[in-house]
């Protein structure tokens, strides 16, 4: 298994441009999560599917952030516009949802590291 | 509520030694609780876990120790290893929900 993979690993772009990142959740999951990651705030949680459907995005930081699962296999993070303060690792996270199970481990991508100048 | 890290916080250890990475919790609801390890340029790794009705679970070489009364969660691991260098976060989570909060991590490095 290829595990999660997401694209593109780095991306550097102008404030005030559109960013799109990409992530493909390991096959047969059924879950994914969208987190960022920076020193000054941690792993925070941005989003979350289940059956490709969004069922909390409480954690979306401004309305320039959106997201999509037009597909059990594929998802996208948007950022528009991007400002510097964006700037951050963005991992995205998939799980197989098993009803009733205690705790359904996540399986993190290598992240998408984001500059924003 | 959620950690929020600043500085990381770093334990230095000599390889072959045993390590002790710390964390405390927040939230008094929580029942399940996971360590991860992320190394550098990677995303986290789930490497344990551990129900709020067991006070210790061991794994190869790690295991973790479980205090509800003080809401602390720790990981040892024995005879540290240079591979073993990297960025550990716990974490915790409430059955049935899919919100797991991470904390704000612990920086191991082992000295060879």
């Known amino acids: 298994d290829a595990g999660v993979i997401q694209s593109p690993r780095h991306e550097v772009t102008e404030m005030g441009q559109e960013v799109t990142l990409r992530c493909k959740p390991i096959s047969g999951h059924n879950s994914l999560f969208w987190y960022r990651q920076t020193m000054m705030r941690g792993l925070e949680l941005l989003i979350y599917f289940n059956n490709n459907v969004p069922i909390d995005d409480s954690g979306m930081p401004e309305d320039r952030f959106s997201a999509k699962m037009p597909n059990a296999s594929f998802s996208t993070l948007k950022i528009q516009p991007s400002e510097p303060r964006d700037s951050a690792v963005y991992f995205c996270?998939?799980?197989?949802?098993?009803?009733?199970?205690?705790?359904?481990?996540?399986?993190f991508g290598p992240g998408t590291r984001l500059t924003v100048l | 509520g959620e950690s929020v890290g600043l500085h990381l916080p770093t334990l230095s250890v000599q390889e072959g030694d045993n390590s002790i990475i710390n964390c405390a919790y927040s939230n008094s609801a929580s029942d399940y609780f996971i360590w991860y390890k992320q190394e550098s340029g990677k995303g986290p790794q789930f490497i344990i876990d551990i129900r709020s009705n067991m006070d210790k679970r061991q794994g190869q070489r790690v295991t973790v120790l479980l205090n509800k009364t003080v809401k602390h969660l720790s990981l040892q691991i024995a005879a540290t290893q240079p591979g073993d260098s990297a960025v550990y976060f716990c974490a915790e989570n409430i059955r049935g929900g899919f919100k797991t909060i991470f904390g704000a991590g612990t920086r191991l490095f082992v000295k060879a």
């Open positions: 996270a998939s799980s197989s949802n098993r009803q009733g199970s205690f705790y359904n481990e996540q399986f």
